[in-house]
């Protein structure tokens, strides 16, 4: 049995010594910050770069060939003084509210009845996508031998590019709702009424809302293109009679407008689902900061 010599000492336990903090680089936390910042803060901020990057490049650039966002605003109170933008706007908006409406009231109970019933989806169905997928432009020249160039033919156009986005969605959504809602509703000896309003329609908001977002898209193109075929009036008449005199600052004026009214439509779009199925934002976890 072997016993440690007198000279030799007891070897002494390590003891760990704690890791140096790590400084968190300054761009790491700076980043941090501004992830957390409210939702509307980053837009405003987006914005406002996306503008500043325009005018500094648009100063630079040919005048007849570009512009910049100060030379439109003036633009724009000019416009708006002589009155020349409230006129379009309104000649522009009747049809746009009257087809978008009529879009609506019409694409969600079709959607809902070609999603609900296997009669209905097989007999009109083949329509629906055929008509989404026909390039409803083309048809333009026709439309105008039977409506005219006023504000009939307008309102269709809108109506026709916004209402199959619309029912397609809706009609989809119907067909998203799992079987086994339906089933617990016809156990309890629901009717077909009250399971479509008690269970179909509030799963399918969701889709529905999706679906009137994408006809405010199309209808805005609509519109433009409506003008731009028929009667050259409203926000399309302005732009194309500011091209055509190379007013190009003169011509942005309407474009800007109506991508600007196309976002606050899409927003109120959002909100109104938000009142409608509240309960939607607290599944989904979407709820902005």
């Known amino acids: 049995m072997t016993t440690p010599s007198s000279g030799s000492t007891p070897a002494k336990a390590a003891i760990p010594r704690p890791e140096?903090?790590?400084?968190?680089?300054?761009?790491?936390?700076?980043?941090?910050?501004v992830i957390v910042l409210p939702g509307w803060v980053i837009t405003t901020l987006s914005v406002i770069i996306a503008l500043l990057i325009w005018e500094y490049f648009g100063r630079q650039s040919n005048p007849l060939l570009g512009t910049y966002p100060t030379a439109i605003f003036k633009a724009f109170v000019e416009m708006?003084?002589?009155?020349?933008?409230?006129?379009?706007?309104?000649?522009?908006?009747?049809?746009?509210?009257?087809?978008?409406?009529?879009?609506?009231?019409?694409?969600?109970?079709?959607?809902?009845?070609?999603?609900r019933y296997r009669f209905m989806?097989?007999?009109?169905?083949?329509?629906?996508?055929?008509?989404?997928?026909?390039?409803?432009?083309?048809?333009?020249?026709l439309m105008i031998l039977w409506f005219g160039l006023g504000f009939t033919v307008k309102a269709v156009i809108v109506f026709l590019l916004s209402f199959f986005p619309i029912c397609m969605n809706t009609w989809f959504g119907v067909k998203a709702v799992p079987k086994t809602l339906i089933e617990v509703g016809t156990a309890f000896c629901a009717s077909q009424g009250a399971i479509m309003r008690g269970i179909v329609v509030p799963a399918t908001i969701p889709y529905i809302m999706a679906g009137l977002r994408l006809g405010i898209g199309k209808a805005v193109i609509a519109i433009v293109i409506a003008e731009f075929q028929t009667a050259v009036s409203g926000l399309g008449g302005v732009i194309i009679n500011s091209a055509n005199s190379f007013r190009t600052a003169e011509m942005f004026v309407p474009v800007l407008l109506i991508m600007i009214v196309a976002v606050l439509l899409t927003a109120m779009v959002g909100w109104l689902e938000k009142f409608v199925a509240p309960w939607q934002a607290e599944i989904t976890q979407h709820e902005n900061a």
């Open 20 to 33: 140096p903090a790590v400084a968190t680089p300054a761009k790491y936390s700076f980043l941090r910050s």
């Open 121 to 141: 989806e097989a007999a009109f169905g083949i329509y629906i996508t055929a008509g989404y997928a026909t390039p409803l432009i083309a048809l333009v020249p």
């Open 80 to 115: 708006l003084g002589d009155g020349r933008l409230v006129s379009a706007f309104i000649e522009s908006g009747k049809p746009f509210a009257a087809g978008y409406a009529a879009a609506a009231i019409i694409g969600i109970p079709v959607g809902l009845l070609l999603g």
